[in-house]
Nanobody, 125 residues
Framework: QVELVESGGGLVQAGGSLRLSCSDS????????MGWFRQPPGKERELAAA????????YFADSVKSRFTISRDNAKRTVYLQMNSLNPEDTAVYYC??????????????????WGQGTQVTVYS
């Protein structure tokens, strides 16, 4: 069974940076698009960033564009979310998710069927 485990969350001052990691223990990692969702308290979950299965294409929500970078290391079976210039609006639980194998529709939220447990990111002023 697939297992996604996020790490790297924590408390950070506004303007600072964090890097989240998600390790995938199942499947052939390189064949799946990967995404990072986030859910602020009391708000709906949104797709913040995603990366295609080949790693050549990425997606970013308008709210994080130019500040976040998504990347993957298939040898380490890990996807990363580098978050720079953080602000309090970025405070949320961040979830790693896996899309459909060989799918090129990684930017569509319904694409994702497997989820990690989430990691908390809190940004203070």
């Amino acid at each position: 069974q697939v297992e996604l485990v996020e790490s790297g969350g924590g408390l950070v001052q506004a303007g600072g940076s964090l890097r989240l990691s998600c390790s995938d223990s199942g499947g052939t990692f390189s064949t799946y698009p990967m995404g990072w969702f986030r859910q602020p308290p009391g708000k709906e979950r949104e797709l913040a960033a995603a990366i295609s299965w080949r790693g050549g294409s990425t997606y970013f929500a308008d709210s994080v564009k130019s500040r976040f970078t998504i990347s993957r290391d298939n040898a380490k079976r890990t996807v990363y979310l580098q978050m720079n210039s953080l602000n309090p609006e970025d405070t949320a639980v961040y979830y790693c998710a896996r899309g459909a194998r060989y799918s090129d529709t990684y930017q569509v939220p319904l694409e994702y069927g497997y989820w990690g447990q989430g990691t908390q990111v809190t940004v203070y002023s």
